[in-house]
T-cell receptor, first 111, second 114 residues
Framework: TQLLEQSPQFLSIQEGENLTVYCNSS?????LQWYRQEPGEGPVLLVT?????EVKKLKRLTFQFGDARKDSSLHITAAQPGDTGLYLC???????????FGKGTKLSVKP | DAGVTQSPTHLIKTRGQHVTLRCSPI?????VSWYQQVLGQGPQFIFQ???????GRGNFPDRFSARQFPNYSSELNVNALLLGDSALYLC?????????????FGEGSWLTVV
């Protein structure tokens, strides 16, 4: 069974601080996706990483895919209250090619 | 262009009842997947359909069923509702069955079973 472990589960920080969220697995994934979900809404895709060692930047967000394609990280620089939400990592896995999600990291950025 | 649309957005059902949730994929997308997200958890895969055929099924009981129509829209049906079925049900669409395709989610249907 492929599992994705996310840490930390909860994160509460002040505006302007930096943070990193981790997504780890013992399994290899062909790609990993990061989503942000706000209360009452569906997940919104932030980025897809495909190549081991790949780094992608989206404004203040930096995503990295591990060399072995088993782990990924999301780093946010100078967090803002608008970054508040649930961050989910998901890997395409299994024999059915479905997304396997981590439990998410709930981020709260206080002004 | 419209994204993935789901209906209804919220509904309340009683234990033992049946529910039907509906989903329209992004125009041009032929694959639809359903996920269940219980409060505080990540989404769990229920079904994937492509070209009206079931292509994948997660670890859910037979009370859960789905189908895809010729226009690629989809329905998720849940029979004999239990309190534990209370969750956000997410529909996602992608171009086709290939695992390399990006998956886009709708805003979900909130089901409360009382």
């Amino acid at each position: 069974t492929q599992l994705l472990e996310q840490s930390p589960q909860f994160l509460s920080i002040q505006e302007g601080e930096n943070l990193t969220v981790y997504c780890n697995s013992s399994s290899v994934f062909s790609s990993l996706q990061w989503y942000r979900q706000e209360p009452g809404e569906g997940p919104v895709l932030l980025v897809t990483v495909v190549t081991g060692g790949e780094v992608k930047k989206l404004k203040r967000l930096t995503f990295q895919f591990g060399d072995a394609r088993k782990d990924s990280s999301l780093h946010i620089t100078a967090a803002q209250p608008g970054d508040t939400g649930l961050y989910l990592c998901a890997g395409v896995g299994g024999s059915q090619g479905n997304l396997i999600f981590g439990k998410g990291t709930k981020l709260s950025v206080k002004p | 262009d419209a994204g993935v649309t789901q209906s209804p957005t919220h509904l309340i059902k009683t234990r033992g009842q049946h529910v039907t949730l509906r989903c329209s994929p992004i125009s041009g997308h032929k694959s639809v997947s359903w996920y269940q997200q219980v409060l505080g958890q990540g989404p769990q895969f229920i079904f994937q359909y492509y070209e009206k055929e079931e292509r994948g099924r997660g670890n859910f009981p037979d009370r859960f069923s789905a189908r895809q129509f010729p226009n690629y829209s989809s329905e998720l049906n849940v029979n004999a509702l239990l309190l534990g079925d209370s969750a956000l049900y997410l529909c996602a669409s992608s171009l086709d069955y290939s695992s390399g395709n990006t998956i886009y989610f709708g805003e979900g249907s909130w089901l409360t079973v009382v």
